[in-house]
């Protein structure tokens, strides 16, 4: 019952993360006529210079990456692709057609098709599932470099597709505004990939640190740990109470702590990844046996 339940969620995210895609695709970068990305815009080119057939270029291209996205990520990222690409494909034919086309101005669909791709593919990813494709070798780059996020990597693979598909279709305007929508497209798929484990830590700096921990204990049920120190004027024995969270719940921590010792020094950072018990963990793009 869990398995079904879990294939549930998985494909319920798969769906509604195609149908934002498809939304960006079809319904604003299509009618601004904008360079493609990823292996569509390679397979025009193709046919532009060569007179291949977009489709059967586009198998070719796929039929590698396939095998390599196969042994690098293993089977049930593979079939999770496969299945969210034949998704995404019939989304894009028979369901984008259903919503209105946006006809006005080109800078407007361009940064409608970055934040809308980018949201469907954030959700896609986030799943450790792709659309095949260009897809595959962004998964299969995080698997073998897991220290570049997914949002650069998607940007740097598409540039050279962009440039090519501006300069062979002489549409020096498309050419910036598939810029743009590149950039818009990282941007939104790091923050909302990588924002899912961000949040904000606080040092504290206090006399009273197990007391301390407790009240953070006590206001956001988060862990703390106790840090010996020393003042630097008075060389007084000092103890820092270390503490990672949410924002709201930061916000409490801190009226908490300040509440109970008024003497304490406060200091909040920001953290672009927390990971850990009580912190949802994202895995993306992991190489798998």
């Known amino acids: 019952m869990n398995k079904t339940k879990e294939l549930m969620v998985q494909m ?20 601004a006529k904008f360079p493609m990305t990823g292996f569509s815009g390679i397979s025009i080119i193709f046919y532009r210079l060569f007179h291949i057939p977009i489709g059967f270029s586009t198998i070719l291209l796929n039929i590698p990456v396939a095998i390599l996205c196969y042994k690098l990520l293993g089977k049930k990222f593979f079939i ?4 969210c690409m034949i998704v995404s494909s019939l ?11 946006y006809q006005g101005d080109r800078l407007l669909s361009a940064l409608c098709t970055g934040v809308f791709g980018g949201i469907g593919y954030a959700m896609i990813y986030t799943r450790n599932s792709s659309t095949g494709g260009s897809d595959f070798i962004i998964m299969a780059v995080k698997a073998l470099r897991p220290h570049l996020s997914l949002g650069n ?3 740097l693979s598409d540039v050279g597709i962009i440039l090519v598909g501006g300069i062979l279709f002489k549409d020096v305007d498309g050419m910036i505004y598939g810029m743009i929508v590149n950039l818009l497209f990282a941007v939104v798929v790091d ?3 990588y924002g899912l484990n961000s949040g904000k830590v ?4 206090t006399k009273q640190g197990k007391r301390i921990c407790q009240v953070i204990d006590e206001t ?9 120190a020393q003042g630097g004027y008075k060389q007084d024995d000092m103890q820092v109470v270390m503490c990672a969270c949410n924002s709201k719940e930061m916000y409490q921590v801190r009226k908490a702590v300040q509440e109970e010792d008024p003497e304490s020094f406060f200091v909040v950072v920001e953290s672009h990844e927390v990971h850990g018990e009580g912190f949802k963990m994202t895995n993306i793009g992991e190489a798998q046996s």
């Not at 999770?80 to 299945?83: G, H, M, P």
């Not at 989304?91 to 086309?101: C, E, K, N, S």
């Open 153 to 155: 990597i998607a940007f």
């Open 202 to 205: 606080a040092f504290i700096v």
């Open 12 to 31: 319920m995210w798969e769906l509604v993360g195609s149908i934002f895609v498809a939304i960006g695709i079809y319904n604003f970068a299509v009618q």
């Open 80 to 83: 999770r692709s496969i299945r």
């Open 220 to 228: 956001s049920q988060r862990g703390s740990t106790i840090l010996n």
């Open 91 to 101: 989304i894009i034919d028979y369901v984008a057609p259903l919503f209105p086309v």
């Open 191 to 193: 923050k909302m990939i």
